[in-house]
Nanobody, 114 residues
Framework: QVQLVESGGGLVQPGGSLRLSCAAS????????MSWYRQAPGKERDLVAR????????NYADSVKGRFTISRDNARNTVYLQMNSLKPEDTAVYYC???????WGQGTQVTVSS
């Protein structure tokens, strides 16, 4: 069955960096667009970034452009989210998702605080 397992979240100070990973299995990873979403307390779950099957095309929410980078390693069935210059408003649970399918990971908490 489809499995998406996120890791790499944690507590970081403003201006710091984190790299999230999502290990995928149970589907043809190299053929699928992948994405990262986030949900802050009391807010809706929003798209942060998406990446095409080959990695040649990426899109970002305006709020993270220039700070976050999505990438993938199809040999490892893994998608990444490099997050730099983190701000307190980036605090959320981050979820990995097959972009065109309703398959989600369990989420990983990112907290940006001094």
């Amino acid at each position: 069955q489809v499995q998406l397992v996120e890791s790499g979240g944690g507590l970081v100070q403003p201006g710091g960096s984190l790299r999230l990973s999502c290990a995928a299995s149970g589907f043809p990873f190299s053929l699928d667009w992948m994405s990262w979403y986030r949900q802050a307390p009391g807010k809706e779950r929003d798209l942060v970034a998406r990446i095409s099957s080959t990695g040649g095309s990426t899109n970002y929410a305006d709020s993270v452009k220039g700070r976050f980078t999505i990438s993938r390693d199809n040999a490892r069935n893994t998608v990444y989210l490099q997050m730099n210059s983190l701000k307190p408003e980036d605090t959320a649970v981050y979820y990995c998702k097959r972009y065109y399918f309703n398959n989600w990971g369990q989420g990983t908490q990112v907290t940006v605080s001094s």
